[in-house]
């Protein structure tokens, strides 16, 4: 394992530090957007550094871009799904409706508009989200083991988890979806049709949670009880790469602008890199006690949410040999 310089990493504080910045995602205008899960709100930060804050629902987790130009992220405490716009000409989804219907608030048309739908299955704890290959929008309900399809025209429809407790979600290179289902120590398959597959861990009691879309075609995973990276192949090869620090808890992962994958270890107060044949190394943030969430490519750099207030960044630099 290399350890990085500590020179390129810079945080930014965005928040008190009760709100707890948790998801973040590159917007389409430029800006970082990030959740509030502990405020209930959802945050910008131009490129200037200015920070905006919108109020949402309970307990916002992850956030993602959609193929509508708008923000899309769920409300774990809510129990629904919402759509915030990030420009003038995007409007409300529609009048409040009941489960599956749209509803609305903020100034129609407007930046900052919220929009939320309300999966058909109640108290269904929706966590991961994700751009699909079909112009909808997915997640996973975590605690009733399904995922939803919510359609461009609202419409929600449900189908079976292939596994327990599903939680990240993205779109593979196959045209089909992957979570990670980390109650039921696997990863799984869904096709925009509904019919799910399951790809049991090697490693037991692993607690797979973040997943992202690699650079190579496949899959990669993290693996917050085991204290590893894993990667699987569309046709569900399984690799594992345990980190140095097995008790570091990674918990989200992202393709970086430089063709390697990056990982927020949530124990350590790391970000980590690991490269497509293996090679890791790792930045220290400003506290081992700082708890990165989210991260994300954004600008040029890698960005994290940090729970303690903060967005920091990463920029991609020399590292110490090996």
């Known amino acids: 394992m290399g350890r990085w310089l500590a020179d390129p990493v810079r945080a930014y504080t965005v928040s008190g530090p009760d ?146 407790f599903p939680s990240a979600l993205v779109a593979g290179s196959d045209g089909a979806l992957w979570c990670t289902l980390n109650q039921g120590n696997a990863v799984g398959r869904i096709t925009t049709d509904g019919r799910g597959t399951a790809y049991p861990l090697p490693t037991e009691a692993a607690g797979p949670v973040g997943i992202t879309a690699g650079p190579d075609g496949a899959l990669w995973f993290v693996e917050i009880g085991a204290g590893q990276i894993g990667r699987i192949t569309v046709d569900g090869t399984i690799t594992e790469y345990p980190l140095p620090d097995r008790a570091a808890r990674p918990h989200a992962i992202t393709t970086g602008p430089d063709g390697a994958l990056w990982f927020t270890e949530w124990g350590s107060g790391r970000v980590g890199r690991i490269t497509t044949d293996g090679h890791i190394t790792a930045y220290d943030l400003p506290s081992r006690t700082c708890e990165p969430h989210g991260i994300t490519a954004h600008d040029g750099a890698v960005w994290c949410a940090l729970e303690t207030g903060a967005l920091a960044r990463v920029a991609p630099g020399r590292a110490d040999a090996p």
Do not use: K, N
């Open 19 to 164: 709100a707890g910045p948790y998801g973040v995602a590159s917007g389409p205008d430029g800006a970082l957007w990030f959740t509030l899960v502990h405020q209930g709100a959802v945050g910008r930060r131009d490129a200037t550094g200015r920070v905006t804050t919108h109020p949402v629902g309970a307990g916002p987790t992850v956030i993602a871009p959609g193929p509508d130009g708008a923000l899309w992220f769920t409300e774990y405490g809510a129990h629904r799904v919402s759509r915030i716009a990030v420009g003038g000409g995007v409007g409300d989804a529609g009048a409040p409706g009941g489960a599956g219907a749209p509803g609305g608030a903020g100034a129609p048309g407007g930046a900052g508009t919220v929009s939320w739908y309300t999966p058909l299955t109640a108290d269904a704890g929706p966590y991961g989200i994700a751009a699909g290959p079909d112009g909808a929008m997915w997640c996973t309900l975590a605690a009733v083991d399904r995922v939803a399809r919510i359609a461009p025209d609202g419409t929600v429809t449900e189908y079976p988890a292939p596994g327990a």
